[in-house]
């Protein structure tokens, strides 16, 4: 069978790992170019879909239909985001059910945005590997619901991968650590990331990594720093230029790219200010420049109060793994907002250790999801990952009360079950509404599905004893399942999804995304072949002009014939034809390449010594001749 | 279907090593754990996740001694299926009229009548009270379920009934602990915060 990667679908960045056979040590998969890091950006342009560092250095540029952090809207609905997009430089729509994003000249899912990222990936991995990569561990923040892990799950299906396993962010952070580094005992995991928070608590021993406990926030993170200080600059620029500004007749809040500027200018600085003290800012806008030092205490003004609510969920965490801070043996810091410093210090403050940070946070959950993706593969035996689900999971009774079936912090797989009957006589079909959280209403806890068991047989009420069984496997998803007890026929169960996808919609997606991609395919080898076809131009346009003279003149004739040629067939769409004129204008040139060796040759002997000419600092356009 | 206490060849006891309960757990782990099935065939899948399922349930329910005789009850009366459900909390008569005075107290703070020596008295009630909860925990984990071992068939009625009894005010005082504490320190407020989901 194919082999399992290990993939972090991250805020900001993600990765693709793998565990080397022969060292048995995870690794990080570059792409051509070395890098490691994929920025998570997808941009939408009238000539193609752009991801990764070409998405972001188009962020300022086009930043209507350059879509980042999408993570943060997966599995949510218009309610859950509302007061955020404001803040975002892309339309989202208002609907029902799961949010649609207007880009370019289309409307997309969550789901399929974050698909183009784990498409780019998968491409990265079967470059490296030169075959097909087609399965998958993908991580998730562990706080993250039922419908944000089957959000994330339809997007690896959307990208042609099968996510074999969704695992939590910061068990498989530990997973990395404990290889090699982590001793015996409890391990807490802070994983402050791009956009989301998740703690959890580990009992490590003989190899078992059994989470105790977890807790966090989806909705916190370095994005939320760069934004508190982009808005603190945005002030800082308005009170200094209100002169400038009032002058123009500009509004900053309201230019989507002046404030993608500052946008990306606050996270540069705060990036900065981890290993520096101050870090001065120029800005160019349209008729002054902002200039200014921002010194590590005024970033950390900003940063207190969101690191100050990452330590409600520690403290819960402990709690409800009846421990005290002080049971904890060992810190590991996970997550790219870990390197701020005010964040280390809180963090050793509340647990009173130095953390571990060996593992590069960037990196390290990415490296814990090919561990878990070898595991899977049968290649490591033996380490083995026991986690929790991170939320009640519960239905809705009579008053619109939640009646918990699965309580939060239950290792996982995990199964209750439940006896429904009818109300009505006669009645066929039966309504249940699931949902998770911690509160008592249905109203303030997530909801996660409306399910209905049909093709009851028409009885009393009260006389069906259907028992549905409510099962959360190994990813934290939940299978729903229901049986007739006194015809021991299974119910047949229609699920509504509350913020996801529906199975045809995900169906519809995968199409596309195979149209899509042939496309894709299509333009990129038409744009290498006009680049071949431009190559071959610009060469021979250069001989001509240093050697022309050389040439008959129907020999230049032929010559200047296939150039025109194939200057006509670049600019249109059949790649084939571009082939075919680079070709004629290859054979139409090949005396004239001859003429020129020879003349160099002849001239070479005749007043200079070869390796003069071919030497180190020769400035000869093509080094082959 | 076999009880909990069989997942790990237990008898039904109260008394229970939880350090070999738990090495037993990681054993039956390692043995059932879908990760080590992932490429078995679909049926034999579903068969492991449900196994593992149990195991997980199991271990979840007699690792904790309160917990335990909570699985206890509910098996001795019958109710093994719904394992999600607690004990009903029917407190003793007797502590709801020891119980008159705080509530009384806590409604008139509820209504926004806290001043200092209301706050002073009430803390002072609820130190008292986290006292007496804790000797009730000690007393269902110690001879309570010490005695429903010892006990005979004939005598396990009455000494199951001492347990529901002892784990129904238990709750009972959870709940006035809970809402003092809603009072005195805006708990309720501090816990929406440490849950929120958006």
Known sequence: MSRIVGIDLGTTNSLVAYVDDRTGLPVVIPDRDGRRLLPSVVGFTPDGIVVGEAARRQLARRPADTVYSVKRLMGRGWEDVKDELRYLPFRVLPAEGVLKLAVGDREVTPPEVSAIVLRALKERAEAHFGEPVERAVVTVPAYFNDSQRQATKDAGRIAGLDVVRIVNEPTAASLAYGLHRLGQGVVAVYDLGGGTFDISLLRVKDGIFEVLATNGDTHLGGDDIDRALMLWLLDDVQTRHRAELTRDGVDLAADPEAMQELRLAAEAAKIRLSSEEQTTLTLPFAGFTYRRTITRAELERLVEPLVARTLGPCRQALADAGLSASDIDEIVLVGGSTRVPLVRRRVQELFGKTPHSQLNPDEVVALGAAVQAQILAGGIKDMLLLDVTPLSLGIETLGGIVSVLIARNTTIPTSAREMFTTSVDGQTVVDMHVLQGERELAKDCRSLARFELRGIDPMPAGMPKIEVTFLIDANGILQVQAREQRTGKAASIEVKPSHGLTEADVERMVEESFTYAEADVETRLLIETRNEADTVLTHVGRALRQAGSLLAADERARIEAAVAALREARDREDRDAIRDRTTDLNHATEQLAERMMDAALKGALGTRRAEEITGPGGSRGDGKT | ?198
Request: proline content about 5%; aromatic content about 6%; cysteine-free.
């Open chain 2, 1 to 198: 279907m076999s009880d909990f206490f069989s997942v790990f060849g237990l008898e039904r006891r109260l008394a229970i090593d939880v350090a070999a309960l738990q090495r037993r757990f990681y054993e039956l782990s390692r043995r059932w754990h879908p990760d080590f099935h992932h490429a078995a065939p679909p049926d034999e899948q579903a068969r492991v996740l449900e196994e593992s399922a149990r195991v997980n349930a199991a271990y979840r329910a007699l690792r904790d001694p309160l917990a335990r005789v909570e699985y206890l009850i509910r098996l001795e009366e019958g109710r093994e299926t719904k394992e999600g459900a607690a004990v009903k909390p029917k407190a003793p008569p007797q502590l709801l009229a020891e119980m008159f005075e705080i509530q009384e107290a806590l409604e008139e703070a509820r209504a926004g009548a806290l001043d200092d020596a209301t706050r002073a008295s009430l803390t002072a009630q609820r130190e008292a009270l986290r006292a007496r909860m804790a000797e009730t925990e000690a007393r269902v984990a110690g001879p309570l379920s010490q005695a429903w071992d010892a006990a005979a068939a004939g005598q396990r009625p009455a000494a199951l009934a001492a347990l529901k009894e002892a784990l129904a005010t238990r709750a009972y005082l959870r709940t006035v602990i809970d809402d003092l504490g809603a009072v005195l320190d805006g708990m309720e407020e501090e816990r929406d915060v440490a849950h929120r989901r958006d």
